[in-house]
């Protein structure tokens, strides 16, 4: 089993920064994938930014540009860098694991993830 914790969510005003971090523990060696999600109220869960086992990443078109994600093997952890924020931004941001090897073909959508965070809120104003 795959076990996430998400951290770093807050409230920032526009044009802020965050940073989250989600903390990979278990079975590591089983994950070809990672990915952010974000759920605003009300919106179906949404792909954001994605990296496969190559470090190939993948991203959203309505981040491109501002966030960045990236991973420290060493710390099994991976991050979100989320520069230039706006207030649609706004909402609950999660973690996720794909043990899929061919998880990196669909990287961006929620079918291709069977490990979850509990997410970390991030508020835009």
């Known amino acids: 089993d795959v076990q996430l914790v998400e951290s770093g969510g807050g409230s920032v005003q526009a044009g802020g920064s965050l940073r989250l971090s989600c903390v990979v523990t278990?079975?590591?060696?089983?994950?070809?994938?990672m990915g952010w999600f974000r759920q605003a109220p009300g919106k179906e869960r949404e792909g954001v930014a994605s990296?496969?086992?190559?470090?190939?990443?993948n991203y959203a078109d309505s981040v491109k540009g501002r966030f960045t994600i990236s991973q420290d093997n060493a710390k099994n952890t991976l991050y979100l860098q989320m520069n230039s924020l706006k207030p649609e931004d706004t909402a609950m941001y999660y973690c996720?694991?794909?043990?899929?090897?061919?998880?990196?073909?669909?990287?961006?959508?929620?079918?291709?993830?069977?490990?979850w965070g509990q997410g970390t809120q991030v508020t835009v104003s």
């Open positions: 278990g079975y590591t060696y089983s994950v070809y994938c």
């Open positions: 990296i496969d086992h190559n470090g190939v990443t």
């Open positions: 996720a694991a794909s043990s899929r090897y061919d998880c990196a073909s669909a990287s961006l959508m929620t079918i291709t993830y069977n490990y």
